[in-house]
Nanobody
Framework: QVQLVESGGGLVQAGGSLRLSCAASGSILTINVMGWYRQAPGKQRELVATISRIGSTNYADSVKGRFTISRDNAKNTVYLQMNSLKPEDTAVYYC???????????????WGQGTQVTVSS
């Protein structure tokens, strides 16, 4: 099995910053696209940002210019630097990996357990 473990969430005032991390555990050979999604109360889960293995990135319009996604392939870890946070960024943030190769098996669409980010006004 593959686990994605997130960390770095918390409570911050509007205008502040947080950095989320997500590490894949186990003897990982490669991970394809990694990303961050979020789900606010009463809303559907939405894309925040994704990054390919070679570093190509994609952002939701609502976070462009404020959030930066990055990854360390050697550590099988993806990061989300969140600056200029707004109350509307409040949500549970989930890490995702679309395909993970561990041993001879591909694990598809893997999710972390989520980490709460709360931005106070």
């Amino acid at each position: 099995q593959v686990q994605l473990v997130e960390s770095g969430g918390g409570l911050v005032q509007a205008g502040g910053s947080l950095r989320l991390s997500c590490a894949a555990s186990g003897s990982i050979l490669t991970i394809n696209v990694m990303g961050w999604y979020r789900q606010a109360p009463g809303k559907q889960r939405e894309l925040v940002a994704t990054i390919s293995r070679i570093g190509s990135t994609n952002y939701a319009d609502s976070v462009k210019g404020r959030f930066t996604i990055s990854r360390d392939n050697a550590k099988n870890t993806v990061y989300l630097q969140m600056n200029s946070l707004k109350p509307e960024d409040t949500a549970v943030y989930y890490c995702n990996a679309d395909r993970i190769l561990k041993g001879s098996r591909w694990y598809v669409d893997q999710w972390g357990q989520g980490t709460q980010v709360t931005v106070s006004s």
